[in-house]
Nanobody, 123 residues
Framework: VQLQASGGGLVQPGGFLRLSCAAL????????MGWYRQVPGKQRELVAS???????NYADSVKGRFTISRDNAKNTVYLQMNSLKPEDTAVYYC??????????????????WGQGTQVTVSS
Protein backbone atom coordinates (compact mmCIF):
# COMPACT_ATOMS: atom_id res chain seq x y z
CA VAL A 1 0.00 0.00 0.00
CA GLN A 2 1.43 3.36 -1.02
CA LEU A 3 0.58 6.72 0.46
CA GLN A 4 0.63 9.88 -1.66
CA ALA A 5 0.77 13.12 0.30
CA SER A 6 0.25 16.64 -0.99
CA GLY A 7 -0.53 20.15 0.17
CA GLY A 8 2.64 21.42 1.81
CA GLY A 9 4.22 24.77 1.08
CA LEU A 10 5.28 28.14 2.41
CA VAL A 11 2.83 30.16 4.48
CA GLN A 12 3.05 33.21 6.72
CA PRO A 13 2.50 32.96 10.47
CA GLY A 14 -1.22 32.90 11.21
CA GLY A 15 -1.98 31.36 7.84
CA PHE A 16 -3.41 27.97 6.95
CA LEU A 17 -2.67 24.90 4.88
CA ARG A 18 -4.49 21.67 4.16
CA LEU A 19 -2.57 18.44 3.73
CA SER A 20 -4.03 15.41 1.97
CA CYS A 21 -2.85 11.82 1.85
CA ALA A 22 -4.38 9.08 -0.26
CA ALA A 23 -3.74 5.37 0.33
CA LEU A 24 -3.43 3.39 -2.90
CA UNK A 25 -3.37 -0.36 -3.41
CA UNK A 26 -5.43 -3.46 -2.83
CA UNK A 27 -6.79 -2.26 0.48
CA UNK A 28 -9.21 -4.31 2.54
CA UNK A 29 -9.48 -1.96 5.51
CA UNK A 30 -7.63 0.90 7.19
CA UNK A 31 -7.72 0.95 10.96
CA UNK A 32 -5.80 4.14 11.63
CA MET A 33 -4.42 7.08 9.72
CA GLY A 34 -2.28 9.88 11.01
CA TRP A 35 0.17 12.68 10.46
CA TYR A 36 3.65 12.97 11.93
CA ARG A 37 6.28 15.66 11.54
CA GLN A 38 10.02 15.85 11.79
CA VAL A 39 12.61 18.59 11.93
CA PRO A 40 16.33 18.00 11.40
CA GLY A 41 18.02 16.58 14.46
CA LYS A 42 14.81 15.61 16.20
CA GLN A 43 12.67 12.49 16.34
CA ARG A 44 9.54 12.19 14.28
CA GLU A 45 6.55 13.12 16.42
CA LEU A 46 2.85 12.42 16.19
CA VAL A 47 0.77 15.41 15.18
CA ALA A 48 -2.68 13.83 14.92
CA SER A 49 -4.33 10.49 14.32
CA UNK A 50 -7.79 9.18 13.54
CA UNK A 51 -9.16 5.66 13.71
CA UNK A 52 -11.79 3.95 11.61
CA UNK A 53 -14.52 5.04 13.99
CA UNK A 54 -13.53 8.68 13.74
CA UNK A 55 -11.89 9.04 17.15
CA UNK A 56 -9.04 11.54 17.04
CA ASN A 57 -5.88 12.23 18.98
CA TYR A 58 -3.77 15.40 18.83
CA ALA A 59 -0.42 16.55 20.09
CA ASP A 60 -0.87 19.21 22.75
CA SER A 61 1.01 21.73 20.62
CA VAL A 62 -1.60 21.62 17.83
CA LYS A 63 -4.86 21.20 19.77
CA GLY A 64 -7.39 23.82 18.77
CA ARG A 65 -5.46 24.74 15.61
CA PHE A 66 -5.25 21.52 13.57
CA THR A 67 -8.08 19.22 12.55
CA ILE A 68 -7.65 15.71 11.20
CA SER A 69 -10.37 14.04 9.16
CA ARG A 70 -10.71 11.11 6.80
CA ASP A 71 -12.80 10.01 3.86
CA ASN A 72 -13.14 6.24 4.19
CA ALA A 73 -14.60 5.86 0.71
CA LYS A 74 -11.49 7.48 -0.78
CA ASN A 75 -8.98 6.02 1.72
CA THR A 76 -7.79 9.57 2.26
CA VAL A 77 -6.79 11.50 5.37
CA TYR A 78 -6.65 15.28 5.67
CA LEU A 79 -4.96 17.68 8.05
CA GLN A 80 -6.39 21.19 8.20
CA MET A 81 -3.78 23.42 9.80
CA ASN A 82 -4.90 26.87 10.96
CA SER A 83 -3.14 29.62 12.90
CA LEU A 84 0.20 28.25 11.80
CA LYS A 85 3.30 29.16 13.80
CA PRO A 86 6.98 29.12 12.82
CA GLU A 87 7.46 26.16 15.16
CA ASP A 88 5.10 24.14 12.95
CA THR A 89 7.79 24.18 10.26
CA ALA A 90 8.72 20.57 9.51
CA VAL A 91 8.44 17.75 7.01
CA TYR A 92 5.02 16.20 7.50
CA TYR A 93 4.53 12.47 6.92
CA CYS A 94 1.26 10.60 6.67
CA UNK A 95 0.90 7.10 8.04
CA UNK A 96 -1.72 4.40 7.64
CA UNK A 97 -2.20 0.91 9.06
CA UNK A 98 -4.68 -1.77 8.17
CA UNK A 99 -5.12 -4.88 6.05
CA UNK A 100 -4.50 -5.42 2.35
CA UNK A 101 -5.76 -8.19 0.10
CA UNK A 102 -2.97 -10.56 -0.94
CA UNK A 103 -5.30 -12.98 -2.72
CA UNK A 104 -9.00 -13.78 -2.80
CA UNK A 105 -8.83 -15.33 0.67
CA UNK A 106 -5.62 -14.00 2.19
CA UNK A 107 -5.10 -10.67 3.85
CA UNK A 108 -2.01 -9.19 5.41
CA UNK A 109 -1.33 -6.34 7.78
CA UNK A 110 0.31 -3.24 6.39
CA UNK A 111 1.77 -0.07 7.82
CA UNK A 112 2.88 2.52 5.31
CA TRP A 113 4.44 5.98 5.27
CA GLY A 114 4.00 8.74 2.75
CA GLN A 115 6.92 10.46 1.09
CA GLY A 116 6.84 13.58 3.27
CA THR A 117 5.75 17.09 2.40
CA GLN A 118 7.52 20.25 3.56
CA VAL A 119 5.59 22.84 5.55
CA THR A 120 7.39 26.13 6.15
CA VAL A 121 5.87 28.88 8.26
CA SER A 122 7.81 32.09 7.85
CA SER A 123 7.30 35.77 7.16
Amino acid sequence: VQLQASGGGLVQPGGFLRLSCAALGNIFSISSMGWYRQVPGKQRELVASINSGGSTNYADSVKGRFTISRDNAKNTVYLQMNSLKPEDTAVYYCNAAGKERMSERRKADFRSWGQGTQVTVSS
